[in-house]
């Protein structure tokens, strides 16, 4: 098979099936912009199944049909992420709950219970009769499964599955109340039925109904796309599936939806402003790095877009040169697509102004076009480094379900925790460096990495407490922070001191208590050699039952106290950061720490703004510059490298403002 990225984009020929001239000229400019896939049919379902039971296919038939003859492969979607309007008035239980237990009226999107039997029914009917006729076409390569899946409804449907999914998971209401602890305020249940979601007006102080409801609804979403797969499966075994995630969306555990999906995919639309874009780089970094890391595989960017968004507070257009070092950046951390939303913008309705490869004027000299048109021709350029690896030797602990349950604790910092800005700070040491990461959850794998950073490890569950025991023990060396070992999965605090379930032997210190600093307040970080760093937010309390001391608090009446530790355990070493430190610390202690346990990068001298990347393939590894900085950068390279795009061997790199190269790196 031919090694290739896939660059194309949401395509919506229904749209305008009354110009067949419009149709015809898509093809035209999809070819002139080096496009080789378009995903069809995500919000099509009025026009494939008008009636109910009455289906047509023709229309898709024949844009699938002139595709394929162009040398453009379809990516083929399930309609479900938008139900027809008769469908919504005919049958008022696929219609959401608020969770003030009002009824949606017909609108929107996304406002399906994924609960309701008429509705799964109707998904698999349509999903069968697709597969059916498009599952052996030869230009439909993937399943696109409905449309970013969000949102939860709180009918009595789901009530009720929720009542049974609690009755399976505790087996008797005592084991459920011990859990709950819900002997507090006398909220006892005595019956199953008495059960309900966290509503507005209800029950929202039990801590373990809010996260097992947030852990049902993950489920009852990882079911409805099971039943899915299994429908478009019927007819077409063969066909890879994928669901396009989101990033910052905690709504639902990515990490429980992965492993029913073949290919991970996400859409992602940075807010790019004007001159240094390094911040908001790192951002997406790091969730390029989640997605790609939910399966170690490489991933597909689904959607992104050529100028700017509709939904933010302005639309702020891609700086000239940004569509090139954003996409790239993409295929740098694991991608092997670029795609966009979409392809031709919207005459009406809610998304007519956001951005598209073909606007309302419908030309080809429009900077947004020539910007995709020269991607496309780059991805081609460098097509030998597809289907390449990213090796890391570092691991961050990203765990929704512990977010969950800090989110909801009431304490201590009700006015903000900052758990991904702190994610953020750790990451960016390493993102700046060139060390890759990868992102685990708590039932993720240790082996084979050499460090472990598990900021923020609030709740513990899926046995981590003991992966990391016999991680550092074998040798390795972890990083963990204060607001760590609080609670365990159901969200009862430890007894007997924390950090609970072991850790406080790992990290060989008792917390005693946190002091929450209003925002303004510091606190000052003073290590042994003579810097200092200021802390904020979070401060805990703890004595050293084993650890040793690298640094102490500077204020307050625990001033003198540890606020940096390290503890050997068996083979390896455990750190303990007892504060939410400055960003400037994160550098220079993963700084020393890389260089110590030689941590391989992609370069040893970055310029500031320049993100560096390496994907290893079977013939060699693959360099990827992108320039944030919105100025021009120089980069030496350790040994001559072949710039795959103009095939010149470099010994350095000059990078425009938002410019970004490819190099295969030569052998030593």
């Not at 790019?272 to 390094?278: A, F, M, S, Y």
Request: charged share 25%; proline share 4%.
């Amino acid at each position: 098979m031919e090694l290739k990225f896939l660059h194309g984009a949401d395509y919506n020929p229904d749209q305008w099936l009354d110009r067949p001239d419009i149709l015809q000229r898509d093809i035209e400019l999809m070819k002139e912009a080096h496009m080789n896939c378009v995903s069809v049919g995500i919000f099509s379902w009025a026009k494939l199944e008008p009636q109910e039971g009455v289906y047509d296919f023709d229309w898709l038939e024949k844009v699938i049909k002139s595709l394929y003859e162009n040398g453009i492969s379809t990516v083929l979607a399930t309609p479900s992420g938008a139900k027809p309007v008769w469908m919504s008035e005919k049958y008022e239980e696929i219609r959401r709950m608020s969770s003030s237990m009002v009824r949606d009226q017909t609108g929107g999107r996304h406002n399906h219970c994924y609960t309701s039997p008429y509705y799964r029914e109707k998904v698999r009917q349509i999903n069968e009769k697709l597969a059916q006729r498009f599952g052996s076409h030869p230009g439909v390569i993937l399943w696109h499964l409905s449309n970013e899946y969000g949102g939860t409804c709180w009918c009595p449907l789901c009530q009720k599955a929720f009542q049974g999914w609690l009755q399976k998971k505790y087996g008797t209401l005592e084991e459920l109340n011990h859990q709950w602890w819900t002997a507090f305020w006398s909220h006892t249940y005595t019956s199953w039925d008495q059960i309900h979601a966290p509503m507005a007006n209800g029950e929202r102080s039990t801590h373990g109904l809010t996260l097992d409801w947030k852990r049902f609804t993950t489920e009852q979403v990882r079911d409805f796309i099971r039943e899915e797969i299994k429908a478009v499966r019927t007819y077409a075994p063969h066909l890879p599936v994928t669901a396009n995630f989101m990033y910052y969306f905690t709504e639902y555990n990515y990490f429980k939806l992965k492993d029913d999906l073949d290919l991970i995919s996400w859409d992602s639309y940075p807010q790019w402003k004007k001159g240094d874009n390094t911040e908001e780089a790192c951002s997406t970094a790091l969730w390029h790095d989640v997605m790609r890391s939910l399966k170690h595989q490489p991933f597909l960017l689904m959607e992104s877009t050529p100028s700017c968004t509709n939904w933010t507070p302005v639309s702020r257009l891609k700086r000239p040169g940004m569509h090139l070092a954003s996409s790239m950046q993409a295929v740098a951390h694991g991608a092997d697509s670029v795609q966009y939303f979409q392809f031709r913008k919207s005459r009406g309705s809610s998304e007519k102004f956001h951005g598209a490869v073909v606007d309302h004027y419908g030309g080809t000299d429009t900077r947004e076009f020539q910007d995709v048109k020269n991607l496309g021709q780059f991805l081609e350029d460098i097509r030998e480094a597809q289907g390449s690896q990213i090796k890391a030797q570092v691991a961050m602990v990203l765990d929704v379900e512990s977010f969950w349950a800090m989110e909801d604790a009431q304490g201590p910092r009700n006015c903000g925790l900052h758990y991904f800005e702190t994610l953020k700070d750790h990451y960016r040491a390493f993102w700046s460096r060139g060390i890759p990461v990868d992102f685990v959850d708590e039932e993720g794998d240790l082996s084979g990495y050499r460090l472990v950073v598990a900021p923020m490890l609030y709740l513990l569950r899926a046995g981590f407490e003991a992966k990391l025991q016999s991680f550092v023990e074998q040798g390795g060396v972890l990083v963990g922070t204060y607001h760590t070992g609080l609670v365990n999965e159901n969200d009862l605090c430890y007894l007997g001191g924390w950090p609970g379930a072991g850790l406080a032997q790992l990290f060989g210190l008792w917390h005693e208590a946190t002091d929450g600093l209003w925002d303004g307040e510091t606190n000052t970080l003073k290590l042994a050699e003579g810097k200092a760093y200021r802390l904020s937010e979070l401060c805990a309390l703890i004595h050293l039952k084993g650890a040793k001391a690298l640094g102490v608090y500077g204020e307050d009446f625990y001033e003198g106290e540890p606020a940096l530790t390290v503890n050997q355990f068996g083979k390896g070493r455990a750190y303990y950061l007892a504060a939410k430190a400055e960003p400037a610390f994160y550098g220079d202690f993963y700084q020393k720490l890389s260089q110590e346990l030689g941590l391989a990068r992609a370069l040893k001298e970055i310029p500031y703004g320049v993100e560096a990347c390496l994907r290893e393939g079977a013939e060699g590894s693959y360099l990827f510059l992108q320039n944030f900085s919105g100025e021009e950068k120089r980069v030496e390279l350790p040994q001559a490298s072949l710039e795959l795009r103009t095939g010149v061997p470099r010994k350095e790199v000059l990078l425009a403002g938002y410019d970004a190269a490819v190099l295969r790196i030569a052998s030593k």
